[in-house]
């Protein structure tokens, strides 16, 4: 044995107990039975039988896109971390529908036959959303739920203004009657999505007071120099541009050039995204976990 671990006399001169160290340890010692107690009891059902332990919650996959800009890559895992430190314990992985990996069929496969939800990382119905990516998760060995894209949303328009105010949004009353917001979106075949967009446009502008426009980088008119001319016949000339991208990439910087005043930063990993992305997982979750609950009522009857 060292030294230092050589136990002290308790009888020698001055060294006395520590007061109070008596105190402490017994009500560690009564906290640390009284947590072990309780967890026991939690596994023990009224009737006396056990009840089977907690299973795992179901994976969340984040659905990212996918770009070539490195910088939407370092966005997505930031907001992935953003997610796990709002619920500890909750598995969450990340998938792509293309151009970065991991890729979405292979974030699948690693999760063998468990359950996940799939939380698409986009901001209205569209070709990915009603497509792609159920059947990527139809091909899976896994159980998949999707959840709804992200949007329309209250908490993206949380986010929108606060990506406006760190861009220098500052409109006083008297300024309010020349100014407006081009909402710039991906853009979508979709009729859907494009109402998805317009929805969204539509809550940034009752929030804002001013109006509020949505424009597309591709597949859907306008674009934001039309938008941005639009507003300007009428009569409103400081123009800013809201992007309604999730994370950096080329749709979002050639948006971004096209504003004749300030430009926000694309959705990123705010605070209120994670939330959200937490909330289309709950919301998928809901009819799968009603459906459990039947069956285990059914099954005690």
């Not at 859907?220 to 507003?231: C, E, G, I």
Request: charged share 20%.
């Amino acid at each position: 044995m060292t030294a230092s671990n050589t136990p002290r006399d308790e009888s020698s001169p001055g060294s006395g107990p520590i007061p109070g160290a008596h105190l402490d340890s017994t009500a560690q010692l009564m906290n640390r039975i009284t947590s072990q107690l309780g967890s026991q009891l939690g596994l023990v059902s009224l009737n006396g039988t056990r009840r089977p332990a907690p299973a795992e919650p179901p994976t969340l996959v984040l659905v990212a896109h996918g770009s070539r800009d490195p910088r939407a890559l370092s966005t997505v895992r930031a907001l992935l971390e953003r997610v796990r430190e709002l619920r500890p314990g909750l598995p969450v992985r990340l998938g792509h529908i293309e151009l970065n990996e991991p890729l979405l069929p292979d974030t699948l496969d690693a999760l063998g036959e468990g359950a996940a939800v799939a939380v698409p990382l986009l901001l209205s119905r569209g070709y990915h959303v009603k497509r792609d990516i159920p059947e990527m998760a139809d091909a899976a060995r896994a159980r998949v739920h999707v959840a709804a894209p992200l949007g329309p949303h209250p908490l993206l328009v949380e986010t929108l203004c606060e990506r406006l105010l760190e861009a220098g949004w500052s409109v006083s009353d008297a300024a309010r009657g020349g100014s407006g917001v081009v909402l710039a979106a991906a853009g979508s075949r979709d009729p859907e999505a494009a109402l998805d967009t317009r929805r969204t446009a539509q809550l940034l502008a009752d929030r804002l007071g001013v109006p509020v426009l949505p424009a597309y980088a591709s597949a859907a008119s306008p674009t934001v120099p039309d938008a941005v001319r639009a507003l300007a016949a009428r009569g409103r000339h400081r123009i800013a541009v809201a992007s309604y991208f999730t994370a950096p990439g080329r749709f979002a910087t050639e948006c971004a050039e096209a504003a004749p005043w300030i430009a926000s930063a694309p959705l990123g990993a705010h605070p209120a995204l994670a939330r959200l992305v937490l909330h289309r997982y709950d919301q998928a979750l809901g009819p799968v976990l009603g459906e459990r609950s039947a069956e285990r009522q059914l099954a005690t009857a």
